[in-house]
């Protein structure tokens, strides 16, 4: 019983967290680097946790994993600049089933290069798409984008790129998050945190094994607007498992 009214008392923490985000400076270099972020603020406490992401993906423990089940639709309405990512907003209606719990999918953002590493590979880019279950649980999905064609879904989102941070463009028609998946939804799977502060914990993460590919002027146009690196190195893994 201690240990849930502690567990309550860490998520409310996090929910203020989150609305204070805007007063706490936090970034990807320097003293408001991923090196610096827990002691920034009590807020950003949980990213010196020990179940934090993103991780090397290696050390696979066998798991009867089920299939993934998705039922998304045209929902992508708006594409935002928020000075950490490039960030797509999606209408309420689409969501992921996991473990027989529907998680609603919220937006979707990018990370270049990735976060996540798979056996110790980097990917140029990384796609989280970001979902919620009824009582705010949220679990992660997680597409690498390997260098290679030009990734027509992605071209059709670059083109609405919102080049300045705080920029908001509406997309119309709106966008279809699946056009972004790879066709095979083989997955890896651990539990995590928000890569970003206040890096809450508990949070389900879902890796997908099959990279989609983007090509290397679709990188660059990514890289020029975000103008950083906006990955968090990746994080010990300390007690955890990853399942496949
Ligand atoms: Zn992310």
Redesign the pocket.
Known sequence: MKKNLFGAAMLLASFSAFAAEHHAHWGYNGETGPENWAKLTPEFGACAGKNQTPVNLTGFIKADLKPLKFNYKTGGSQILNNGH?VQVVYDAGSNVVIDGVEYGLKQF?F?APS?NLIQGESYPLEG?F?HADKDGNLA?VTVMFKEGHENTALKNLWAHMPAKEGDKIALSPAFNAQTLFPNNHAYYRFSGSL??PPCTEGVRWIVLKKPAFVSKAQIDAFKKVMGQDNNRPVQAINAREILE
Request: no cysteine; aromatic share 0%.
């Open positions: 990512t953002h990370h976060e989280h970001v992660v890569t970003t």
